[in-house]
Structure formats: structure tokens, C-alpha cells
């Protein structure tokens, strides 16, 4: 994984769009140039069983067209199955210890909160972690409150290599903060499953990337 992989993370679940259909908003945001994307099919009235592997495959299957990086959020087991480029965990899904072991050379991303949760993650060799929410969002039922840039800011000074994604609440208006802050890039739910103008949002998105190394 490059960290430039990390540069526009979609993230969706069929609870994420309302009115078109999931895999059309994928494979429009594939078509304006996400750089990653995580199956997350998740929380109330979601789908199970082999529609559940239906979805997932189809969706991997798009990621490939479009030669993206198709990873799954928490469902390890899935991931391996479907031969997916990773998985993303969070601190109450399997030990990352564990999840390594199952997963081999595929990508792993872990969302990380604090100093323990982040060497945690390091001691096993994530690729990348996410760091929020940085703003606060309704697509995550039980997430912590919105801490800002500060953590993330820590983070980059101390580990100025490593791949970081940040994400909650980001948007056309606030996205520039956190590549100002040191992310490699945002994952994004509502910003892009809630656009009226898929293409137009994205490219925006990716424009503050491009712009801050510029301006670095
Ligand atoms: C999965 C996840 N983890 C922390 S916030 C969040 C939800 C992000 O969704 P949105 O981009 O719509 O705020
Ligand atoms: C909670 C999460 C944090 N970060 C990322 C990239 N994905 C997630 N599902
Ligand atoms: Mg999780």
C-alpha cells in the first residue's frame, strides 16, 4: 500500500444511501477517482448471509475494474475469503495481534484514539490507522466525540512517516484542515453518499491534497 492509496477513502454500506442504488454510487465514485474504498455493511437493518457476500463481492468486483484497493471493515473472515487487498479494525474488533496472523501480507488499517491504541497498532505492523472523528458525524452510531486535529497533529510529529487517514464529519469545507494537520488523506462516508454532484465533490476533495503540497 502506498500512502497515496489513502489519498480520497470512500467508505459505504447500503445504510449510507438513501435514494440510488449502492453499487451505482461506487461505481460513480470510482469513475471520479476515489483512491480507496472500504465495504462497510454495518449497524441496523443492514444486509446478512449470502446477500451480504453478494454485495461485498460485487463491489470488489468494481474495485478491480477500476484497480482500487477493496478492503472490509471488521469482517476478517470475509476479507480473507473474498481475497480482499485488506481490512480495517477498530479497538473492540478482534486484537490486531490476531487479525495479522489471519490476514498475511493484506493491508491492515486500525482506527487508533490515543497514544496506547496507536502503539497497539504499530507493535503489529498496521499499514496505515485512521485518526477520529475529527468533526463530528452521524454515520457512526457509537462514535467517541470529535476531537479535532489535535491527536492527529501529535501523531504525523511523532511518526512523520506513517500512512494516516482521518476521518468523521469531513467535507468540502473542512477537508483542507486536516491535510494542513498532517493526514496522507480522508475517509469519507455522507460527503460522497450524500452529494448531489458525485465527480464534482470528489475532485474537490482530492484538490486539497494536490494543494497542500504545493503549498508545503
Ligand atoms: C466510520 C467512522 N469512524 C469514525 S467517524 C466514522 C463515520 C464517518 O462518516 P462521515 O464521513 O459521514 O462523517
Ligand atoms: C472507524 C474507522 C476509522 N478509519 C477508517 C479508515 N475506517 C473506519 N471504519
Ligand atoms: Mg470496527
Same mark, same amino acid.
Given at each position: 500500500?502506498?500512502?497515496d492509496n489513502?489519498?480520497?477513502y470512500f467508505?459505504?454500506g ?20 476515489i483512491?480507496m474504498?472500504?465495504f462497510? @455493511?454495518k449497524?441496523?437493518n ?14 470488489q468486483?468494481l474495485c478491480?475494474?477500476?484497480n482500487?484497493?477493496f478492503?472490509v471493515n471488521?469482517d476478517? @473472515? ?8 485488506g481490512v480495517?479494525i ?5 486484537p490486531?495481534s490476531?487479525?495479522r496472523?489471519k ?27 485512521g ?9 457512526k452510531?457509537?462514535?467517541?466525540p ?7 497533529q501529535?501523531?504525523?510529529i ?11 464529519g ?11 494537520a498532517?493526514?496522507?488523506g ?6 460522497i453518499c @450524500?452529494?448531489e454532484?458525485?465527480s464534482?465533490t470528489?475532485?474537490t476533495?482530492k484538490s486539497?491534497s494536490?494543494l497542500?503540497?504545493?503549498i508545503?
Open positions: 500500500m502506498k500512502r489513502l489519498q480520497l467508505i459505504m447500503t445504510s449510507n444511501v438513501l435514494i440510488q442504488k449502492p453499487l451505482n454510487v461506487l461505481e460513480k465514485a470510482l469513475q471520479s477517482g483512491t474504498f472500504q462497510r @455493511e449497524g441496523p443492514t444486509l446478512t448471509g449470502q446477500a451480504y457476500e453478494n454485495f461485498a463481492q460485487e463491489c468486483k478491480q475494474q477500476y482500487v484497493p478492503i471488521d476478517v @473472515e470475509l476479507a480473507v475469503k473474498l481475497g480482499a487487498d480495517h477498530g479497538q473492540e474488533d478482534l490486531v490476531m487479525v496472523e490476514i498475511g501480507s493484506m493491508i491492515l488499517g486500525v482506527s487508533v484514539h490515543s497514544q496506547a491504541e496507536l502503539q497497539t497498532a504499530l507493535q503489529y505492523g498496521a499499514d496505515y490507522v485518526i477520529g472523528p475529527i468533526f463530528a458525524t452521524s454515520s452510531k457509537d462514535a467517541k470529535p476531537s479535532g486535529t489535535k491527536f492527529l501529535q501523531v504525523r511523532q511518526y512523520p512517516e506513517l500512512p494516516i487517514v482521518a476521518i468523521g469531513l467535507n468540502c469545507s473542512n477537508a483542507h484542515t486536516v491535510f494542513k498532517g493526514a496522507d480522508i475517509a469519507v462516508i455522507s460527503a @450524500e452529494s454532484d458525485i464534482n470528489i475532485s476533495l486539497f494536490i497542500d503540497k504545493k508545503k
